[in-house]
């Protein structure tokens, strides 16, 4: 993927540089708002990661900037100190996604994943991995044929992993997108959770959907 | 320095009012003087009258003769006019008075008799004998002069006293403004405690001291607890930062392999996050103290929220050995930010699963009374003692019992600043029951046309 990074402390964004390409990815960096709109306008990326506190022009004025022009690259905004506000703020000026600093960068890897995966994709109404499948109209869902019987919150669990499968998604990821909770909770909600769908869906099948990615997260993969 | 009260507001203020105040007695003054005057000349030309008419009575009984022993007789006597004079033909019949051209009417003899002004009336008794009676105005300047002195003695008393009250009334403003200044530059000094006095005559100043007083006191909590909160923070940071520092020293010491440095590096990781999150928890309560927030309130129906939260940590008290029990006795709606109402009832939920053994049982209840939804957290453990009730909400407080456990002692703070940013009173349960209950009695919003 090609990545733009608008970051002006430069130490924060040598580190994502790094990271980016270390998965393989190709990254453009620049380090003011002026010179990261320019950028953004002169070629097509898969993302960009935009943070917050930019000299010249702001990276919420930025991306307001961008969306107003029809552009429709995904955005995940970096800040310090998270105001209880910017995230909202953010999501409404156009952002995909939000993480504070500092941050572990599995974590920035799962979301710009995510985000890019997030575009230009209708929105299905059956979700399938092997022989797993979802039907989120009906609200079902069953396994080789057999159907299984979940909690609504288990429901949204397996739906989330299945919309990111094939990619890691984080417990923070997890716990804003099914939980709506924005801060860490100190007992394992998303563990219990987790496990508590495993053996349904994973118990008595022959191979195993859900992975624990360590250090990372989780993952719903056929092998 | 001493004429500094020259230079207030006040001062001035009574000096304009004391130059108003002589123009009004000016012109007060000058009206009594003109109508007195007035007044003072009529009388004495009614005098003139009478004598005349008197004089007339005698010639129409006995002629020229009898009007000269009328006059005669009136000219000794006091309280009637001074001067007369009778003539015929120009030439002096009787009086004191040296003959003159005959004049009808008012007449005014300015400077004659003695030097002195004369005011009377003269008429003709028959044609040719003409007669004068007049007093002298010598009594009525005396008067007028008499009345002129009096108004000047009352002008400059009032004058005097104008000046004296706008000094006095100066001196008390500059005083108790210069108090304000003292009070001022003392907290400026340091003194957060100083505070402007109030005299208790509920006049504009102390209103105004008082509104001072109060930002002043609001402005002292707010200092004390970021003092408080810088603090902790510096303290409670201490703790966490050495740990981590004993342990990359230890693995710089201890570390062989490539996998001990990587452990380490883990460990290291793992505690920087933890204090990552302090950080984190005390700016979030720090921003819900700010309020913040209350521009994005919406209506929020809190049965199903309270649902969504059973079902959140049903499974995890159950991994626990807890049973969490949701008891919806009422529907309530109110307004708030989901977010942060979920963040509370999420620290209740899960202090009562850290901190009670396995077998406790939690419930989780929503009920009315009124217009408040009542919102209970209750647990059946071993409770925490009352003494300690009003720490448990205090910033970083951490009961002895549970500093073992992992916590900063922020959940119960960050529940106290969400309450009160909702309006919500926060009760702990006070009776003899085991556990600990805690209440938040939201206002509701009331469906319209219910109210």
Not at chain 1, 181 to 203: A, C, G, M, Q, Y
Not at chain 2, 250 to 264: C, F, L, Q
Request: aromatic share 6%.
């Amino acid at each position: 993927m090609k990545i733009l990074l608008i970051e002006d402390d430069r130490e924060t964004a040598g580190h994502i540089v790094h990271a980016l390409e270390n998965q393989g990815h190709s990254v453009e960096q620049v380090h003011d708002g002026i010179a990261g709109l320019a950028q953004a306008r002169a070629s097509e990326h898969s993302a960009l990661i935009v943070d917050r506190m930019l000299p010249g022009l702001d990276g919420l004025s930025l991306v307001k900037q961008l969306r107003a022009e029809g552009r429709q690259t995904p955005v995940l905004f970096l800040t310090t100190m998270s105001g209880l506000d910017d995230r909202v703020e953010g999501l409404e000026g156009g952002g995909d996604d939000y993480l504070v600093k500092p941050f572990a960068f599995s974590e920035l890897l799962a979301r710009v994943n995510a985000i890019t995966r997030r575009h230009g994709e209708g929105e299905p109404t059956k979700l399938r991995a092997a022989d797993l499948e979802m039907d989120l109209i009906r609200r079902t869902a069953s396994r080789a044929g057999k159907s299984i019987e979940l909690q609504p919150q288990e429901f949204r669990l397996l739906e989330y992993l299945l919309r990111n499968a094939g990619r890691v998604v984080t417990r923070a990821m997890l716990l804003e997108n099914v939980w709506d909770l924005h801060f860490d909770p100190r007992t394992n909600i998303v563990e219990t959770h987790l496990s508590r769908l495993r053996s349904k869906i994973d118990r008595g099948f022959g191979a195993e959907l859900i992975h624990t990615v360590r250090g990372a997260g989780y993952i719903l993969r056929a092998d | 320095m001493q004429i500094r009260f020259l230079y207030t507001e006040a001062f001035r203020l009574s000096a304009i009012y004391a130059g108003i105040f002589a123009l009004s007695a000016l012109a007060l003054g000058s009206v009594i003087f003109v109508m007195t005057d007035r007044a003072f000349r009529d009388q004495v030309v009614q005098f003139s009258r009478a004598d005349i008419a008197a004089m007339r009575n005698g010639f129409d009984a006995d002629g020229i003769k009898e009007a000269r022993e009328v006059l005669q007789q009136i000219m000794g006597t006091p309280g009637e006019s001074d001067f007369f004079l009778l003539q015929k033909d120009g030439k002096k019949i009787a009086g004191n008075l040296p003959p003159m051209p005959a004049q009808t009417g008012i007449v005014p003899l300015p400077g004659s008799g003695r030097g002195h002004d004369i005011l009377g009336a003269g008429d003709f008794l028959e044609p040719g004998l003409y007669v004068f009676a007049g007093s002298d105005l010598q009594r009525v300047h005396a008067a007028e002069r008499e009345i002129l002195q009096t108004l000047a003695w009352l002008f400059a008393l009032a004058m005097l006293l104008a000046i004296a009250g706008g000094t006095l009334v100066s001196r008390s403003f500059l005083q108790r403004s210069d108090a304000m200044a003292r009070a001022c530059r003392a907290i400026m000094d340091g003194d957060l405690k100083a505070r402007i006095p109030v005299r208790g005559a509920h006049d504009e100043l102390d209103r105004l001291a008082g509104t001072i007083n109060e930002m002043l006191d609001r402005i002292a909590a707010l200092m004390e607890n970021l003092r408080q909160v810088t603090n902790d923070i510096a303290h409670d940071l201490r703790t966490p930062v050495s740990h981590l520092r004993q342990r990359l020293e230890r693995a710089r010491e201890d570390s062989h392999e490539t996998k001990d440095y990587a452990e380490a590096l883990s460990a290291a990781i793992e505690k920087t996050d933890e204090i990552l999150q302090l950080f984190a928890s005390l700016l979030r309560i720090a921003q819900i103290e700010g309020g913040a927030r209350r521009a994005d309130f919406a209506p929020i129906a809190l049965g199903p929220l309270l649902t969504h939260v059973r079902d959140m940590f049903g499974a995890v008290a159950e991994a626990s050995g807890h049973h969490l029990e949701l008891r919806l006795n009422a529907e309530a709606t109110i307004r708030g930010d989901r977010a942060l109402i979920i963040q509370l009832l999420s620290n209740l939920i899960e202090n009562a699963i850290l901190h009670t053994p396995e077998g406790t049982g939690i419930s989780l209840q929503l009920s009315r009374a009124g217009e408040r939804a009542l919102v209970t957290v209750n647990d059946d453990g071993p409770g925490v003692p009352r003494e300690e009730h009003a720490k448990l909400f205090q910033r970083l407080y951490r009961r002895e019992a549970s500093r073992s456990q992992p916590g900063y002692g922020l959940g119960l703070s960050l529940v106290a600043a969400v309450a009160e940013l909702h309006g919500a009173d926060v009760t702990l349960r006070d009776d003899n029951a085991p556990g600990l209950g805690v209440t938040l009695s939201f206002p509701v919003i009331l469906p319209p046309g219910a109210a």
